[in-house]
């Protein structure tokens, strides 16, 4: 059984950073993209940032490209988001994904979601 379990997330200030994870199991991922999500109250789910599990190659929504960076750590089976510079906009619940997939924001393609957590940037 596929379990993806996110934490990290809380209160911060405008400027501020987090650090989220995704603790992965259930399965080998050497295959999969792992993605992390986010949804704001009273909007569609958005793509944030993607990885590759065995590559490592990443990919980024355009709204956090140079702000946030996705990592992942084999031995552990865990992905990480890193955020900093963060900005109110950046307030949603932010959801882990596991893909058997090429790279994509579509989160269609994800076939595993963690239960989110949540983040809240003040102004």
């Known amino acids: 059984q596929v379990q993806l379990e996110e934490s990290g997330g809380g209160l911060v200030q405008a400027g501020g950073s987090l650090r989220l994870s995704c603790a992965a199991s259930?399965?080998?991922?050497?295959?999969?993209?792992m993605g992390w999500f986010r949804q704001a109250p009273g909007k569609e789910r958005e793509f944030v940032a993607a990885i590759r599990w065995t590559e490592g190659s990443t990919n980024y929504a355009d709204s956090v490209k140079g702000r946030f960076t996705i990592s992942r750590d084999n031995a552990k089976k865990t992905v990480s988001l890193q955020m900093n510079s963060l900005k109110p906009e950046d307030t949603a619940v932010y959801y882990c994904a596991a893909g058997n997939t090429p790279i994509t924001p579509r989160g269609g393609l994800y076939q595993y979601w963690g239960q989110g957590t949540q983040v809240t940037v003040s102004s």
């Open positions: 259930g399965r080998t991922f050497n295959s999969y993209t």
